[in-house]
C-alpha cells in the first residue's frame, strides 16, 4: 500500500470517529449549524479524496452523503432521527469499505445501491414538501411526540409520493469551497509510531536503572551527589514526558459509547440518558486499547439488564428515561472507570441462587458468604442473570470476560449495588504498564517481584507457630486458617524446583503473601520480604514463556535480575480452582464443630487486655500522635478526607510524647467507622462464648480468649460525632461488670 | 556491524574470523560476525523450571537476555569456583547469551582447514556443530549459531 493510500485510510478513520460522536451529539441537538459543518466536512473531504485517488465505489457512497449533508447543513432538511440512523449506516458502510482498502488495497465488488437509495430517499422531503411538512406536523402534534420515528418514516413515504424528486445535488457543490481548514491542531501535533514509543519508554527504562545504580553507588560521595540528585530529576522528568506522550485520552473510547446506547436502547426499547465525566483522563494507550471491550461490554450490560423498560421505570416512580453514567477520573497511580446506571439494581438472592443453580458454588458456601461477595459471584465464568439469553448481552459470557480482560492488565473489577437503585461497576486501570510497583520477595535465595495489585495482605508466620500447627494439612494440601477461612497455600520454593510436596515441613520463619488472581485466592509461601519496588517490565524470551510462572523479568535497583511471578498462573499450576470452596465449606463445618468460634483481634489497651471481634475491623492504622486533632475535647483522626472519632479510653493519646506513633485499630460499627486507640496489637484468636453461673444465658460483653476472659470493646457506645460531645468515662465502653476480671 | 564484516568477508574470502572459547579442556568457536558483545564474568539469574539449556537470565543493555550454558548444552557438570564469559550472539530472533568457561581469542583460521562433522559425531552433537577447524596444536569445534538459539533449542526439545 503507498504512502497516499496509508494517509488517507488513517485521515478518513479520523473524520468517520468525529463523525460518529457529532452525529450523536446532533441528534440532542438537530438544528446545530456547527456540527453539520463539521459532519459535512469529514465525508466532504473522503469524497474528495476518493477521487483523487479513483476509488469509485466510496465516492460514490460519499457523494450521496454529502447530498443529504448539504441539505441538512443549508436547513432545507430538520436532522430527525431517521436521517440520523440513515447517517449512521452511511458511516458503517464507510467504514467496512475502508476496512476492505486497508486489508486488500482495493475497494471490493460489493453493491451499496441500496444504501445510496435510501440516502437519496431521504433527501426527498425538500422545499416543495416543505408546507406539507409544518401541516402534518400541525396536525400530528401529540402522537408525534410519542412516537417520533414512526411518524418520520410515515411522513418520508408520503412525500416521496406527494413531491417530484427535487433533489438539489447542486446546494452541496455550491459549499465545497467553503469547508474551511479548522485543523489548527494539526500543526502543533505529530504522528509517532507507537513502536518508536516503546523503543523510547524501554530505554528510558533503562535510564531509571541506570539512575538506580549510580545514586546507590554515589551516595557516599558529596562531590557527585549534586550531580546524582540532577541526574535523578532529568530522569523522572524524561519518564514522565516519555509516559505522557503514550496517553490518550479516554474520550477515544467513550466517544464509541454514544452510539452503542443509541443503537442498543433503540433496539431495546429503553430510554436511557449518556452522562459521560472525565473524558480528558489520561491512559497508556496500550492500556486504553485492552480496556476497549471490557467497558462496551459493561455498558451493554447496564442497558440490558440494568435499566428497566420505560413503564416499569414508572410504576417505580423512577424517571422513565434511566442514566446511564460514564466516569473516567484519575486516583494517584490507577485510572478509575465507572459505569453506573440508575436501573434495577442487581439482587445478591438471585445472584446466589443463580451460582448455586449453575453448580459454581455450593449453597452451605453461599450461606456463608456476606452481601458483597454474593454479588462478585456473576464474575465466575458461566453466570449470566439474564431470564431470557438476548442478542445484546447474557449468552454466558459475560463479566468474568470483563473481569479477566480488566486483570489481565493489571487492574481491578469492582461491583456495587442497590435493588431498584442502581448498579455501578469500576474499573481500576494501572497509569501504564511498562512500570509496575511490585513487592520483592525472596525464595530458593533468589529474588522474585509479585505485583501489588494482585497483593491482597501479608502474613507472618514463624518458627514456633509452624511447629503449634499453624499450617495445616488436608491430605497433601497445606492450608492457613485466616480469620477463620481455610486459604490453600502454595509452597513458591517446592514449585520452582518441582519437588513433590509432602507434609513435612520444618519449623522456620516464613511468609504467606495472600494473592488474588482471576478469581482465585490463595497464600504463596516465601522465605522472606525485601522492599517494594517501581519495577519496569521486561519481556522474557519465549523460550521461557512456556514455563508459565513468570510474566516478565525485572532489574532491581541493585542491578540484580528479578522474576516476575505471574499469580494467575501459579495459581492455575497448582491446580487452585475456582469451585475450591467446596472443599472449603466442608472445613468450614469442621471448623463449627470444633467449636472455635468467631474470632477477634486481642489489643492491649493500657495494660488491659480487650477484645474486637474481627470481622468488625477495617484495618490497623499506625499514626504520628500529631495527626490526631480534637474537636472540643473529642478525638478525631482525619484518615483519607474522612474523620474518624477517636475511643480512648485508656486514655494513651495523653500519655505519649509529641513524636510517637499511637496504633488506631479502624472498626466498622453498623454504617460508621470508629478508631480505637490501642497500646498494642497482641494476636487474633478464636473465642468461645461463656455462660453466666447457673444459667444458659450467654454473658454478653465477654469472650473466654486464650483461656482468659476479656471484654469485647461496645463499639456501639463510642459516641458519634455530631452529638454534643462529652468525655465518655474511661471504660465505660466496655461491659462495667468485668472490667476487674481482665486481668 | 554485520553489514562491515561480511563485506570484510566477501574481500578475503579464503579466511574467517572466529572467536575461540573453551568448554572444559575443549576448544568450541563461533563467527565474530554474529558476536555483538564478550561480557567478563556475567552472573546469569537462575530461572527456576526452565529448559535444561537455559544458564539463565542476563541484563544486557536494557534488555533480559535468555542465556544458554554452553555446558549445559554439552551435557557437561557445571563449572565449580570460576565466573564465566558471556557472549551475547545476535540471532534472526534477537540477542541471546552464550555462556562459556572462557572465551581464548579471536582467530583468523584459513577456510581450507575446516571440515564437516565426520560420521562418528553423536546425532545430537551433529546438530550442535557445524564441524571444525584443524588448528596446529587442537581442534576448534564450530558451533551452529542458529542451532544453540534459545528458540531453536526449545523448539527441538
Same mark, same amino acid.
Given at each position: 500500500?503507498?504512502?497516499?493510500t496509508r494517509e488517507f485510510l488513517i485521515e478518513s478513520q479520523e473524520g468517520l470517529d468525529r463523525m460518529e460522536r457529532c452525529l450523536t451529539d446532533l441528534e440532542s441537538r438537530p438544528g446545530d449549524t456547527e456540527l453539520l459543518a463539521d459532519i459535512f466536512r469529514s465525508v466532504h473531504t473522503i469524497k474528495g479524496t476518493t477521487g483523487f485517488l479513483g476509488f469509485k465505489r466510496?465516492?460514490?457512497?460519499?457523494?450521496?452523503?454529502?447530498?443529504?449533508?448539504?441539505?441538512?447543513?443549508?436547513?432545507?432538511?430538520?436532522?430527525?432521527?431517521?436521517?440520523?440512523?440513515?447517517?449512521?449506516?452511511?458511516?458503517?458502510?464507510?467504514?467496512?469499505?475502508?476496512?476492505?482498502?486497508?486489508?486488500?488495497?482495493?475497494?471490493?465488488?460489493?453493491?451499496?445501491?441500496?444504501?445510496?437509495?435510501?440516502?437519496?430517499?431521504?433527501?426527498?422531503?425538500?422545499?416543495?414538501?416543505?408546507?406539507?411538512?409544518?401541516?402534518?406536523?400541525?396536525?400530528?402534534?401529540?402522537?408525534?411526540?410519542?412516537?417520533?420515528?414512526?411518524?418520520?418514516?410515515?411522513?418520508?413515504?408520503?412525500?416521496?409520493?406527494?413531491?417530484?424528486?427535487?433533489?438539489?445535488?447542486?446546494?452541496?457543490?455550491?459549499?465545497?469551497?467553503?469547508?474551511?481548514?479548522?485543523?489548527?491542531?494539526?500543526?502543533?501535533?505529530?504522528?509517532?509510531?507507537?513502536?518508536?514509543?516503546?523503543?523510547?519508554?524501554?530505554?528510558?527504562?533503562?535510564?531509571?536503572?541506570?539512575?538506580?545504580?549510580?545514586?546507590?553507588?554515589?551516595?557516599?560521595?558529596?562531590?557527585?551527589?549534586?550531580?546524582?540528585?540532577?541526574?535523578?530529576?532529568?530522569?523522572?522528568?524524561?519518564?514522565?514526558?516519555?509516559?505522557?506522550?503514550?496517553?490518550?485520552?479516554?474520550?477515544?473510547?467513550?466517544?464509541?459509547?454514544?452510539?452503542?446506547?443509541?443503537?442498543?436502547?433503540?433496539?431495546?426499547?429503553?430510554?436511557?440518558?449518556?452522562?459521560?465525566?472525565?473524558?480528558?483522563?489520561?491512559?497508556?494507550?496500550?492500556?486504553?486499547?485492552?480496556?476497549?471491550?471490557?467497558?462496551?461490554?459493561?455498558?451493554?450490560?447496564?442497558?440490558?439488564?440494568?435499566?428497566?423498560?420505560?413503564?416499569?421505570?414508572?410504576?417505580?416512580?423512577?424517571?422513565?428515561?434511566?442514566?446511564?453514567?460514564?466516569?473516567?477520573?484519575?486516583?494517584?497511580?490507577?485510572?478509575?472507570?465507572?459505569?453506573?446506571?440508575?436501573?434495577?439494581?442487581?439482587?445478591?438472592?438471585?445472584?446466589?441462587?443463580?451460582?448455586?443453580?449453575?453448580?459454581?458454588?455450593?449453597?452451605?458456601?453461599?450461606?456463608?458468604?456476606?452481601?458483597?461477595?454474593?454479588?462478585?459471584?456473576?464474575?465466575?465464568?458461566?453466570?449470566?442473570?439474564?431470564?431470557?439469553?438476548?442478542?445484546?448481552?447474557?449468552?454466558?459470557?459475560?463479566?468474568?470476560?470483563?473481569?479477566?480482560?480488566?486483570?489481565?492488565?493489571?487492574?481491578?473489577?469492582?461491583?456495587?449495588?442497590?435493588?431498584?437503585?442502581?448498579?455501578?461497576?469500576?474499573?481500576?486501570?494501572?497509569?501504564?504498564?511498562?512500570?509496575?510497583?511490585?513487592?520483592?520477595?525472596?525464595?530458593?535465595?533468589?529474588?522474585?517481584?509479585?505485583?501489588?495489585?494482585?497483593?491482597?495482605?501479608?502474613?507472618?508466620?514463624?518458627?514456633?507457630?509452624?511447629?503449634?500447627?499453624?499450617?495445616?494439612?488436608?491430605?497433601?494440601?497445606?492450608?492457613?486458617?485466616?480469620?477463620?477461612?481455610?486459604?490453600?497455600?502454595?509452597?513458591?520454593?517446592?514449585?520452582?524446583?518441582?519437588?513433590?510436596?509432602?507434609?513435612?515441613?520444618?519449623?522456620?520463619?516464613?511468609?504467606?503473601?495472600?494473592?488474588?488472581?482471576?478469581?482465585?485466592?490463595?497464600?504463596?509461601?516465601?522465605?522472606?520480604?525485601?522492599?517494594?519496588?517501581?519495577?519496569?517490565?521486561?519481556?522474557?524470551?519465549?523460550?521461557?514463556?512456556?514455563?508459565?510462572?513468570?510474566?516478565?523479568?525485572?532489574?532491581?535497583?541493585?542491578?540484580?535480575?528479578?522474576?516476575?511471578?505471574?499469580?494467575?498462573?501459579?495459581?492455575?499450576?497448582?491446580?487452585?480452582?475456582?469451585?475450591?470452596?467446596?472443599?472449603?465449606?466442608?472445613?468450614?463445618?469442621?471448623?463449627?464443630?470444633?467449636?472455635?468460634?468467631?474470632?477477634?483481634?486481642?489489643?492491649?489497651?493500657?495494660?488491659?487486655?480487650?477484645?474486637?471481634?474481627?470481622?468488625?475491623?477495617?484495618?490497623?492504622?499506625?499514626?504520628?500522635?500529631?495527626?490526631?486533632?480534637y474537636i472540643g475535647i473529642r478525638a478525631v483522626l482525619n484518615l483519607d478526607g474522612q474523620l474518624l472519632p477517636i475511643e480512648d479510653a485508656g486514655e494513651i493519646l495523653q500519655a505519649v510524647h509529641d513524636e510517637m506513633q499511637i496504633i488506631i485499630v479502624?472498626?466498622?460499627?453498623?454504617?460508621?467507622?470508629?478508631?480505637?486507640?490501642?497500646?498494642?496489637?497482641?494476636?487474633?484468636?478464636?473465642?468461645?462464648?461463656?455462660?453466666?453461673?447457673?444459667?444458659?444465658?450467654?454473658?454478653?460483653?465477654?469472650?473466654?480468649?486464650?483461656?482468659?476472659?476479656?471484654?469485647?470493646?461496645?463499639?456501639?457506645?463510642?459516641?458519634?460525632?455530631?452529638?454534643?460531645?462529652?468525655?465518655?468515662?474511661?471504660?465505660?465502653?466496655?461491659?462495667?461488670?468485668?472490667?476487674?476480671?481482665?486481668? | 556491524?554485520?553489514?562491515?564484516?561480511?563485506?570484510?568477508?566477501?574481500?578475503?574470502?579464503?579466511? %574467517?574470523?572466529?572467536?575461540?572459547?573453551?568448554? +572444559? #579442556? &575443549?576448544? /568450541? =568457536? @563461533?563467527?565474530?560476525?554474529?558476536?555483538? *558483545?564478550?561480557?567478563?564474568?556475567?552472573?546469569?539469574?537462575?530461572?527456576?523450571?526452565?529448559?535444561?539449556?537455559?544458564?539463565?537470565?542476563?541484563?544486557?543493555?536494557?534488555?533480559?537476555?535468555?542465556?544458554?550454558?554452553?555446558?549445559?548444552?554439552?551435557?557437561?557438570?557445571?563449572?565449580?569456583?570460576?565466573? %564465566?564469559?558471556?557472549?551475547?550472539?545476535?540471532? +534472526? #530472533? &534477537?540477542? /541471546? =547469551? @552464550?555462556?562459556?568457561?572462557?572465551?581464548? *581469542?579471536?582467530?583468523?583460521?584459513?577456510?581450507?582447514?575446516?571440515?564437516?562433522?565426520?560420521?562418528?559425531?553423536?546425532?545430537?552433537?551433529?546438530?550442535?556443530?557445524?564441524?571444525?577447524?584443524?588448528?596446529?596444536?587442537?581442534?576448534?569445534?564450530?558451533?551452529?549459531?542458529?542451532?544453540?538459539?534459545?528458540?531453536?533449542?526449545?523448539?527441538?526439545?
Open positions: 500500500m503507498d504512502e497516499l466510496l465516492e460514490k457512497l460519499a457523494h450521496s452523503g454529502e447530498n443529504l449533508l448539504g441539505l441538512l447543513r443549508d436547513g432545507k432538511l430538520t436532522a430527525e432521527p431517521h436521517i440520523i440512523t440513515g447517517l449512521l449506516e452511511l458511516l458503517d458502510g464507510l467504514r467496512s469499505i475502508l476496512r476492505i482498502v486497508e486489508s486488500s488495497d482495493s475497494e471490493g465488488d460489493g453493491n451499496d445501491s441500496e444504501l445510496i437509495a435510501r440516502l437519496d430517499e431521504l433527501q426527498k422531503p425538500a422545499s416543495a414538501a416543505k408546507s406539507l411538512q409544518t401541516d402534518e406536523m400541525a396536525a400530528l402534534t401529540s402522537s408525534q411526540v410519542q412516537n417520533p420515528l414512526l411518524l418520520a418514516i410515515e411522513q418520508t413515504r408520503k412525500q416521496a409520493e406527494a413531491s417530484a424528486a427535487k433533489a438539489a445535488p447542486a446546494a452541496a457543490s455550491k459549499h465545497v469551497a467553503s469547508a474551511p481548514a479548522t485543523n489548527s491542531a494539526a500543526e502543533s501535533t505529530l504522528r509517532v509510531d507507537v513502536a518508536l514509543l516503546n523503543q523510547m519508554m524501554n530505554l528510558v527504562g533503562e535510564l531509571v536503572l541506570t539512575r538506580n545504580q549510580v545514586l546507590q553507588a554515589t551516595a557516599s560521595d558529596p562531590k557527585m551527589t549534586l550531580l546524582s540528585r540532577r541526574l535523578d530529576m532529568v530522569t523522572a522528568d524524561l519518564r514522565e514526558s516519555v509516559m505522557k506522550a503514550r496517553m490518550q485520552p479516554v474520550s477515544n473510547i467513550f466517544s464509541k459509547m454514544p452510539r452503542i446506547v443509541r443503537d442498543l436502547s433503540q433496539q431495546l426499547g429503553r430510554k436511557v440518558k449518556l452522562e459521560m465525566e472525565g473524558q480528558d483522563t489520561e491512559l497508556d494507550k496500550s492500556l486504553l486499547e485492552a480496556i476497549k471491550d471490557p467497558l462496551t461490554h459493561a455498558v451493554r450490560n447496564s442497558l440490558d439488564h440494568g435499566i428497566e423498560m420505560p413503564e416499569k421505570r414508572i410504576a417505580a416512580g423512577k424517571n422513565p428515561e434511566g442514566t446511564l453514567k460514564l466516569r473516567a477520573a484519575q486516583e494517584g497511580s490507577h485510572v478509575l472507570i465507572e459505569v453506573s446506571d440508575d436501573g434495577a439494581g442487581i439482587s445478591s438472592q438471585k445472584v446466589r441462587d443463580k451460582a448455586i443453580e449453575r453448580g459454581l458454588i455450593t449453597a452451605e458456601a453461599a450461606a456463608h458468604l456476606p452481601e458483597r461477595e454474593l454479588l462478585n459471584l456473576i464474575f465466575l465464568p458461566g453466570f449470566s442473570t439474564a431470564a431470557a439469553v438476548t442478542s445484546v448481552s447474557g449468552r454466558g459470557v459475560g463479566m468474568d470476560v470483563v473481569k479477566t480482560n480488566v486483570e489481565k492488565i493489571g487492574g481491578k473489577v469492582e461491583i456495587e449495588s442497590r435493588m431498584g437503585k442502581g448498579t455501578t461497576l469500576r474499573l481500576r486501570i494501572p497509569l501504564t504498564l511498562a512500570i509496575i510497583p511490585a513487592l520483592i520477595v525472596r525464595s530458593l535465595e533468589q529474588s522474585f517481584a509479585v505485583p501489588q495489585g494482585a497483593l491482597s495482605e501479608l502474613v507472618h508466620v514463624s518458627a514456633e507457630q509452624i511447629s503449634q500447627g499453624a499450617i495445616e494439612w488436608i491430605d497433601n494440601a497445606a492450608l492457613y486458617r485466616l480469620r477463620g477461612q481455610l486459604l490453600p497455600l502454595i509452597f513458591l520454593d517446592r514449585m520452582l524446583t518441582a519437588g513433590k510436596g509432602g507434609r513435612m515441613l520444618e519449623a522456620r520463619d516464613i511468609f504467606i503473601a495472600v494473592l488474588d488472581a482471576d478469581g482465585r485466592r490463595y497464600g504463596l509461601i516465601i522465605d522472606s520480604l525485601a522492599d517494594p519496588e517501581e519495577i519496569v517490565v521486561k519481556p522474557l524470551s519465549a523460550a521461557l514463556k512456556d514455563i508459565g510462572v513468570y510474566s516478565g523479568a525485572t532489574v532491581l535497583g541493585n542491578g540484580d535480575l528479578a522474576l516476575i511471578l505471574d499469580p494467575g498462573a501459579i495459581a492455575a499450576k497448582a491446580g487452585v480452582s475456582l469451585n475450591a470452596e467446596e472443599a472449603e465449606a466442608q472445613t468450614d463445618e469442621a471448623v463449627h464443630e470444633d467449636n472455635r468460634g468467631t474470632e477477634y483481634l486481642l489489643v492491649e489497651v493500657a495494660q488491659r487486655r480487650a477484645a474486637v471481634l474481627l470481622s468488625d475491623v477495617l484495618r490497623i492504622e499506625q499514626v504520628p500522635i500529631s495527626r490526631i486533632e479502624v472498626c466498622r460499627d453498623g454504617e460508621r467507622q470508629v478508631g480505637v486507640a490501642v497500646t498494642n496489637v497482641l494476636d487474633v484468636a478464636a473465642g468461645s462464648e461463656l455462660f453466666e453461673a447457673g444459667s444458659t444465658q450467654v454473658a454478653s460483653g465477654v469472650i473466654l480468649l486464650k483461656d482468659r476472659v476479656t471484654s469485647i470493646v461496645d463499639l456501639g457506645s463510642v459516641t458519634a460525632l455530631e452529638m454534643n460531645q462529652q468525655a465518655a468515662e474511661p471504660w465505660n465502653m466496655y461491659s462495667p461488670a468485668l472490667v476487674e476480671n481482665t486481668q | 556491524m554485520s553489514k562491515r564484516t561480511s563485506q570484510k568477508q566477501a574481500a578475503t574470502a579464503q579466511t %574467517a574470523e572466529v572467536c575461540s572459547f573453551y568448554l +572444559g #579442556n &575443549g576448544l /568450541f =568457536g @563461533l563467527p565474530i560476525s554474529h558476536i555483538v *558483545e564478550i561480557v567478563g564474568g556475567a552472573r546469569p539469574e537462575n530461572v527456576p523450571l526452565a529448559p535444561s539449556f537455559v544458564g539463565g537470565l542476563v541484563h544486557y543493555r536494557g534488555d533480559v537476555l535468555t542465556a544458554v550454558s554452553a555446558r549445559k548444552l554439552m551435557g557437561m557438570p557445571p563449572l565449580e569456583g570460576k565466573v %564465566a564469559d558471556l557472549l551475547v550472539v545476535e540471532s +534472526g #530472533n &534477537g540477542y /541471546f =547469551g @552464550l555462556i562459556v568457561d572462557s572465551v581464548r *581469542e579471536v582467530l583468523t583460521v584459513d577456510h581450507g582447514c575446516f571440515e564437516p562433522n565426520p560420521s562418528t559425531v553423536h546425532e545430537r552433537a551433529k546438530t550442535l556443530f557445524t564441524g571444525a577447524y584443524k588448528l596446529k596444536d587442537k581442534l576448534m569445534v564450530m558451533l551452529d549459531r542458529e542451532r544453540i538459539d534459545p528458540l531453536e533449542l526449545a523448539k527441538a526439545s
